[in-house]
């Protein structure tokens, strides 16, 4: 009971092609014919036959029409093409197999052919025997210019194992892939730029890369550190290098901090023992406890720094207030708005109107700021 419940529905379809008549699901769409094999298309129960030619295999399948009678042995001598297409109709089919056309020349039809060599120059074009020289007749022309087995057999590798002769094969060196010839290299025109750097121990001057990042002093061995720092917060520090030292406007040394540097810049608060081989930039008011020493002394406008054991310098420009003694081996610049409050000597001076020196002033050019070296070295002491 419950097989035929659940059993599907068939349709009966007859075949459009044949009229075979076969069942289907009656959900189908298309089918192919257990009989014929043709494919039909399946529309609300009724099979119906695909549009356009039907094609089986490589024979093309047409609607029918009346057939021909066949063709006697003689008739299909010389068949007539039906068109250019290469399929073969149903009724060829069913016709049999025609015999192959003559491919044979018909009288009187000149023969024009090319031959491949003649095609690409390799060979003399067909010349006819009454016509032909002995130089045509020989054969092409590359053929009679080529060499002998035996002419280009020579100086080759087999004929040289033939002959066991020894091979001399050079040999290229080994080495590194990025190796370049002496010669080939480039050479360096410009010099590596140096800084001239002094020793916290001795005083010994020497010339180091600009790259380098610490050093060795050649008279005392005294490790020297090249490296640059930024001081961005106020604190009480002792720091030596003979790189260069920034001060930031937030940052500050207070409470007798020790510094030693190559160039300094001065932009927050500052009191501390200052030893600098460089160029000193005071941006901003402070106390520079000990003798400084430095190349270039600049005091710009609004800033008042004090000295209270001096300063030495191999040349000065004053825009702002110096409190203390100057020496100076070069030439001193006093600005409309620099004040010189101490004793000033100096090789040259240029004093602008409106600036001032309150102390004694003398002009020798003898003056030396030079530091003699040292034999010994307290680590509590810098310079």
Same mark, same amino acid.
């Given at each position: 009971?419950?097989?035929?419940?659940?059993?599907?529905?068939?349709?009966?379809?007859?075949?459009?092609?044949?009229?075979?008549?076969? /069942? $289907?699901?009656?959900?189908?769409?298309?089918?192919?014919?257990?009989?014929?094999? $043709?494919?039909?298309?399946?529309?609300?129960?009724?099979?119906?036959?695909?549009?356009?030619?039907?094609?089986?295999?490589?024979?093309?399948?047409?609607?029918? @029409?009346?057939?021909?009678?066949?063709? #006697? =042995?003689?008739?299909?001598?010389? =068949?007539?093409?039906?068109?250019?297409?290469?399929?073969?109709?149903?009724?060829? *089919?069913?016709?049999?197999? @025609?015999?192959? =056309?003559?491919?044979?020349?018909?009288?009187?039809?000149?023969?024009?052919?090319? #031959?491949?060599?003649?095609?690409?120059?390799?060979?003399?074009?067909?010349?006819?025997?009454?016509?032909?020289?002995?130089?045509?007749?020989?054969?092409?022309?590359? !053929?009679?210019?080529?060499?002998?087995?035996?002419?280009?057999?020579?100086?080759?590798?087999?004929?040289?194992?033939?002959? /066991?002769?020894?091979?001399?094969?050079?040999? *290229?060196? *080994?080495?590194?892939?990025?190796?370049?010839?002496?010669?080939?290299?480039?050479?360096?025109?410009?010099?590596?730029?140096?800084?001239?750097? @002094?020793?916290?121990?001795?005083?010994?001057? /020497?010339?180091?890369?600009?790259?380098?990042?610490?050093? /060795?002093?050649?008279?005392?061995?005294?490790?020297?550190?090249?490296?640059?720092?930024?001081?961005?917060?106020?604190?009480?520090? #002792?720091? @030596?290098?003979?790189?260069?030292? +920034?001060?930031?406007?937030?940052?500050?040394?207070?409470?007798?901090?020790?510094?030693?540097?190559?160039?300094?810049?001065?932009?927050?608060? +500052?009191?501390?023992?200052?030893?600098?081989? !460089?160029?000193?930039?005071?941006?901003?008011?402070?106390?520079?406890?000990?003798?400084?020493?430095?190349?270039?002394?600049?005091?710009?406008?609004?800033?008042?720094?004090?000295? =209270?054991? !001096?300063?030495?310098?191999?040349?000065?420009?004053?825009?702002?207030?110096?409190?203390?003694?100057?020496?100076?081996?070069?030439?001193?610049?006093?600005?409309?708005?620099?004040?010189?409050?101490?004793?000033?000597?100096?090789?040259?001076?240029?004093?602008?109107?409106?600036?001032?020196?309150?102390?004694?002033?003398?002009?020798?050019?003898?003056?030396?700021?030079?530091?003699?070296?040292?034999? !010994?070295?307290?680590? #509590?002491?810098?310079?």
């Amino acid at each position: 009971m419950f097989g035929k419940r659940y059993r599907s529905k068939k349709v009966d379809l007859t075949c459009p092609y044949c009229g075979h008549l076969q /069942q $289907e699901p009656s959900l189908v769409i298309s089918s192919f014919c257990r009989s014929c094999g $043709e494919h039909f298309r399946v529309r609300k129960g009724v099979a119906i036959a695909n549009p356009g030619l039907r094609v089986s295999g490589i024979a093309e399948v047409r609607p029918p @029409r009346k057939r021909r009678p066949l063709l #006697t =042995p003689a008739e299909a001598v010389d =068949p007539v093409p039906s068109g250019n297409s290469w399929l073969v109709s149903a009724e060829e *089919k069913d016709a049999g197999a @025609r015999p192959l =056309p003559d491919l044979a020349p018909q009288a009187g039809r000149e023969e024009d052919d090319l #031959t491949a060599g003649a095609f690409f120059g390799l060979g003399a074009p067909n010349v006819s025997r009454e016509s032909a020289t002995s130089d045509d007749l020989a054969g092409p022309a590359l !053929g009679r210019e080529a060499q002998s087995r035996d002419t280009l057999a020579q100086g080759s590798m087999g004929a040289l194992i033939a002959a /066991q002769q020894t091979v001399v094969v050079a040999e *290229k060196e *080994k080495m590194p892939p990025n190796y370049a010839a002496p010669d080939d290299r480039r050479r360096r025109d410009d010099n590596v730029p140096e800084i001239r750097v @002094r020793c916290f121990r001795c005083h010994h001057h /020497q010339d180091v890369s600009r790259f380098a990042r610490s050093t /060795q002093c050649e008279r005392c061995s005294a490790y020297i550190s090249l490296a640059n720092y930024e001081i961005k917060t106020v604190k009480s520090h #002792t720091l @030596r290098t003979r790189g260069d030292i +920034i001060i930031a406007k937030k940052g500050g040394l207070i409470n007798n901090s020790e510094i030693a540097c190559h160039h300094l810049t001065v932009s927050g608060s +500052i009191d501390a023992t200052v030893d600098c081989t !460089g160029d000193a930039v005071f941006r901003h008011s402070g106390t520079v406890r000990g003798q400084l020493h430095c190349e270039k002394l600049v005091i710009e406008k609004h800033c008042e720094v004090r000295f =209270p054991d !001096g300063v030495m310098a191999n040349r000065a420009e004053i825009a702002g207030h110096l409190i203390g003694d100057l020496t100076c081996s070069g030439k001193v610049r006093v600005a409309r708005t620099g004040i010189v409050e101490g004793d000033l000597a100096a090789i040259d001076l240029e004093l602008r109107d409106g600036g001032r020196i309150t102390g004694e002033t003398r002009l020798d050019p003898g003056i030396t700021t030079e530091l003699a070296l040292r034999k !010994g070295f307290n680590p #509590t002491v810098i310079g």
